[in-house]
């Protein structure tokens, strides 16, 4: 079977069980939604949507949060790992988005952002400003690989392949519906 038809039943059977995915991740602008997706790496999202309204309380916006100190920050996302170089990158992300002008539809501008990667800025385009992106992360790197639809070693590879060769119409919602519930060896057997 050619990986373009294994995407394709993959994709239709991702969309009956999972029509409509909502964005786990709580916020109310482009910069929260940011600021979660940022926190969100190694961590769940539960966990960062426990400690976001204390931090959105205080600093919502990036001249707010850069008016904390990289220890207060630090202190208010200390239950989120990889804390102290989170709480360094939100205050250089928060000066750098003052300077830049705040958050934009602009894929270079967000990942020269401090903390910003390729899989945060594709969040963000594609649910705050309706881009086509698909966030591969170490799940779907894996399930790519061992459905046969890349032989991608990292990310970016199975991005490109998955964006440009295959027509791969998996995007953010249904990425959250992979990392879920999804029946792997349903769709193992369908695509062998």
Known sequence: MKRSEKATIIGKTLDELYP???????????????????????????KVNEVTPKL????????????????????????????????????????????????????????????????TASVVMSQWYGVPAFPVDTHIHRLAYRWGLSNGKNAKNIIIRSNKKIRFNLLYDQN?????KIKIEQLRKETS
């Open 176 to 180: 959250r519906s992979l990392q879920k």
């Open 56 to 119: 959105f309380s205080i600093a919502n916006t990036p001249e707010k949060m850069a008016e904390l100190s990289t220890d207060t920050i630090q202190e208010i996302i200390k239950e989120i790992g990889l804390a102290p170089t989170k709480a360094k990158n939100l205050h250089k992300m928060a000066l750098q988005l003052i300077e830049g002008g705040g958050v934009k539809q602009d894929w270079d501008y967000l990942e020269s952002l401090a903390g910003v990667g390729h899989k």
């Open 20 to 46: 409509k995915t909502p964005i786990p991740l709580d916020h109310d602008s482009s910069y929260t939604l940011l600021v979660a997706v940022m926190l969100s790496a190694q961590t769940t999202d539960k």
